[in-house]
Every structure is written in structure tokens, then in C-alpha cells.
Nanobody, 119 residues
Framework: QVQLVESGGGLVQPGGSLRLSCTVS????????VTWYRQAPGKERELVAH????????SYADSVKGRFTISRDNAKNAVYLQMNSLKSEDTAVYFC????????????WGQGTQVTVSS
């Protein structure tokens, strides 16, 4: 069974930093595409950052460009989201996902971790 567990969320002041982790079990990450999403109360889920087949194949939402960095560590079978210069509008539940192709594309999700940016 594939399982993703997010961690690292919490309460930070504006301008602060957090590193979110997504530990994957039941699957070797390899070069599978990975994505971070977030969802704020009353809002639709938003794609935050994506890492494709290669380390250079990254994309970010305009609102987080220059502040967030997505990465993977295959030795630890984990995905990370480094978040710097946090703003109040970054407050949301953050989810990680991994896309896997067997006979078709599947997407696996974690349960999310809460990030709150407030004074």
C-alpha cells in the first residue's frame, strides 16, 4: 500500500520559514512526478509547486515563485517544500501527491499538514 505522510506545518509569523516534508512508503519515488497543493478555508485546491521527471523540471504558482522550493530526496524517499518569506495568504492545508504510471497514471495523496502564518 502506498502511503504519503506530510509533516512540518505549524504557526509562523509573516516573513518566517517552514520546511514541509512528505514521507512516502510502499513506493520508490524514483523520478515520479511530485506535486504540492494547498487549500485554504472556503477556497479551491491550488497547485503550489510541481517537480517533474528531472530536477530542473519545476513549476510554481505565481504567488510563491522565488519564495518556495520543491525538491526530492530519493535516498530518504521523501519530498520537501521549503517555504521562505511566508505571508498570511500562504495559510492553508498543504498536501503532497505522487504520480505513478503502471498500466495507467495514478495519483496518491497525503492527509495534509496545516500551515498558519499570523502575527
Amino acid at each position: 500500500q502506498v502511503q504519503l505522510v506530510e509533516s512540518g506545518g505549524g504557526l509562523v509569523q509573516p516573513g518566517g520559514s517552514l520546511r514541509l516534508s512528505c514521507t512516502v512508503s510502499g513506493l520508490s519515488l524514483s523520478n515520479n512526478p511530485v506535486t504540492w497543493y494547498r487549500q485554504a478555508p472556503g477556497k479551491e485546491r491550488e497547485l503550489v509547486a510541481h517537480l517533474g521527471y528531472t530536477a530542473d523540471s519545476t513549476s510554481y504558482a505565481d504567488s510563491v515563485k522565488g519564495r518556495f522550493t520543491i525538491s526530492r530526496d530519493n535516498a530518504k524517499n521523501a519530498v520537501y517544500l521549503q517555504m521562505n518569506s511566508l505571508k498570511s495568504e500562504d495559510t492553508a492545508v498543504y498536501f503532497c501527491s505522487v504520480n505513478v504510471f503502471a498500466t495507467k497514471w495514478d495519483e496518491y495523496w497525503g492527509q495534509g499538514t496545516q500551515v498558519t502564518v499570523s502575527s
